[in-house]
């Protein structure tokens, strides 16, 4: 793109001013500044300016009923593992995970999954994710191929990570990386922001921007061509995840669902996680924040929650159905940030107050199309326990302790009684659960 090309098409869309300081700028800036603008779509400029006119869109939950949310025991447990076993073992499974978030709470100078959590071995989360797919393969015989989103500031140094580390064991023709999208900040007035002169103020499009990015990267199309039917999307945060878990996959199939979420009893009533809700025939993510004080607290007759469970991210989509909905505009959620911006002087202004707007799409805004859906309840202290922030609750201790409580109760299951305070770690290719780590026996 050119400066004639910029100009034309940033007048089209009301955002001439981005050129405002063109003058001032050296060759390199300019440069850069241009290479930003292209990946700027008028579309989306609109879209954008369309939310911010039309503001916080609440849609009203009153009428929402909690899902039936299965549980598996007995003869269904094993029914759904061996449907999803059949799954794994024909190849139809990838796994999907979305690694493009700033991590900003965690204040992790790097990709969050670099980060080191390994309570022994110092591994990074890929490591866990990676190993996990890797022992799943070997265990059914057939390739999980492994699609992993980042975003433009930290796809590189996620792939050096991937590299460095030799793919953790896995084969890369079976890795797949793709960006998601980056849209502009822009103020109250639908104003795209410039954070310096030559720099337009650039965020990543949420875990929503997935879909876009599935298609427009080929993604979707390379799962097309192995035979990808079953789609494992999970979040980088949370070692403790069991990727392409057979009951999850098996029941996903069973219920022939084109959207599946495992879901968790909330640790208490105003726990800060999405609420799937039924409206009719259809589902809906009902965030913590759209939810009343009665909703919260609302109790069945026999005194547990109403809406007990809440989502962790961890689902599994029908491959044709993120086909048919990567096409499709999603909803756009507002956050009202501090973002800085250039003063009259050219000087750059850092705010103390939010003054600008940044836009993300979130992936369960999809549920409500999927034609069956299905929610599967497991035990949180499992399979979740996410590095969210940097200390306190959901912060790297919490993490590590929960990942060696859990494989604590391996180790004792497999008769290995291990002394309070001694740090456990097993490499999932060594054991992929407590049967495994039994029948391979443990060399102390
Ligand atoms: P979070 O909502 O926890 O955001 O992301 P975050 O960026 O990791 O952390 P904070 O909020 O800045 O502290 C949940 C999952 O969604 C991914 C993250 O990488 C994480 O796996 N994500 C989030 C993306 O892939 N892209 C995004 O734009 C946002």
Redesign the pocket.
């Known amino acids: 793109m050119n400066y004639a090309e910029a100009e034309k098409m940033l007048k089209g869309c009301g955002q001439e001013h981005v050129l405002a300081y063109w003058k001032k700028l050296g060759k390199k800036e300019r440069e850069a500044l241009l290479k930003q603008i292209a990946t700027i779509e008028p579309k989306n400029v609109k879209y954008c300016r369309e939310a911010l006119a039309k503001g916080a869109d609440v849609p009203d939950s009153s009428k929402g009923k909690a899902p039936k949310v299965a549980v598996l025991k007995g003869a269904a447990l094993k029914k759904a593992v061996e449907a999803g076993e059949a799954e794994l073992r024909a190849g139809r499974v990838a796994a999907l995970l979305?690694?493009?978030?700033?991590?900003?709470?965690?204040g992790y100078d790097g990709p969050?999954g670099c980060f080191e959590i390994g309570p022994i071995s110092n591994e990074p989360l890929f490591y866990f994710h990676a190993r996990k797919i890797l022992a799943r393969s070997i265990r059914y015989g057939a390739t999980i191929p492994f699609y992993v989103?980042t975003?433009e500031a930290n796809n590189a140094a996620t792939v050096q990570c991937f590299e460095e580390n030799e793919y953790f064991g896995l084969d890369p023709k079976d890795v797949f990386f793709f960006t998601?999208g980056m849209w502009p900040g822009m103020t109250k007035e639908g104003k795209i922001i410039l954070d310096e002169p030559g720099h337009v103020f650039m965020s990543?499009?949420?875990?929503g921007?997935l879909l876009a990015a599935l298609k427009k990267s080929g993604a979707l199309a390379d799962m097309k061509k192995r035979g990808i039917k079953s789609v494992f999307f999970f979040?980088?945060?949370n070692p403790l995840v069991e990727i392409a878990d057979p009951a999850f996959i098996g029941y996903h199939v069973q219920q022939k669902s084109e959207y599946s979420l495992k879901l968790c009893a909330k640790r208490d009533p105003f726990e800060k996680v999405g609420v799937p809700m039924q409206f009719g025939k259809s589902f809906r993510m009902v965030e913590y924040t759209e939810m009343t004080e009665e909703q919260c607290k609302r109790t069945t007759k026999d005194g547990k929650l109403y809406f007990l469970y809440g989502s962790p991210?961890i689902h599994v989509f029908d491959r044709a159905f993120l086909d048919r909905e990567a096409s499709k505009a999603m909803p756009l959620h507002l956050a009202f940030k501090k973002i800085p911006t250039v003063g009259a002087d050219g000087k750059v202004v850092k705010p103390t107050e939010p003054n600008g707007y940044k836009f993300?799409k979130f992936i369960f805004d999809i549920l409500p199309n999927a034609k069956t859906a299905a929610f599967l309840a497991f035990d949180q202290k499992d399979e979740f326990s996410p590095v969210?922030n940097a200390e306190g609750g959901d912060s790297p201790a919490t993490c590590r302790e929960d990942m060696q409580a859990k494989w604590r109760k391996w180790l004792a299951a497999a008769g290995v009684d291990v002394k309070p305070g001694v740090p456990v770690e097993i490499d999932p290719v060594y054991a992929l659960d407590a049967e495994e780590l039994a029948s391979v026996g443990i060399c102390l």
Do not use: F, N, Y
Not at 98 to 106: C, F, M, N, P
Not at 204 to 207: K, L
């Open positions: 979305v690694a493009g978030g700033q991590g900003s709470r965690l969050k989103m975003s998601q990543p499009d949420g875990h921007g979040q980088v945060d991210a993300e969210k």
